[in-house]
């Protein structure tokens, strides 16, 4: 079993950047699959990014692909995801989650994955 504690959320005006963190707990970091998701008011929990248990292969959502960058560093136990040129539509709850399959068999939807963070707000103003 693994915690997931994301950090890194904020308030930022349209154009900007931020950098969130999720922390895992455990010894075992490198044998989970991890993404990010999101979910906006009124609206379902999204697909955001996913990364293998190297990070040498990654997926994006094509809504952010180019502007968002999910990375890990296994010797922390955290997986990041960069957001630039943030948009007033990616305001949302972000969370962290992870799965013990390997990142080929994990589709970009929730029900692919086990464990979930509390999530971190981000709110993009104009």
């Known amino acids: 079993q693994v915690q997931l504690v994301e950090s890194g959320g904020g308030l930022v005006q349209a154009g900007g950047s931020l950098r969130l963190s999720c922390a895992a707990s455990?010894?075992?970091?490198?044998?989970?699959?991890m993404g990010w998701f999101r979910q906006a008011p009124g609206k379902e929990r999204e697909f955001v990014a996913h990364?293998?248990?190297?990070?040498?292969?990654?997926l994006y959502a094509d809504s952010v692909k180019g502007r968002f960058t999910i990375s890990r560093d296994n010797a922390k136990n955290t997986v990041y995801l960069q957001m630039n040129s943030l948009k007033l539509e990616d305001t949302a709850v972000y969370y962290c989650?992870?799965?013990?399959?390997?990142?080929?068999?994990?589709?970009?939807?929730?029900?692919?994955?086990?464990?979930w963070g509390q999530g971190t707000q981000v709110t993009v103003s104009s």
């Open positions: 990364i293998n248990w190297s990070g040498g292969s990654t």
């Open positions: 989650a992870a799965t013990r399959r390997v990142f080929e068999r994990v589709r970009a939807n929730d029900g692919s994955y086990t464990y």
């Open positions: 455990g010894r075992t970091f490198t044998m989970y699959t």
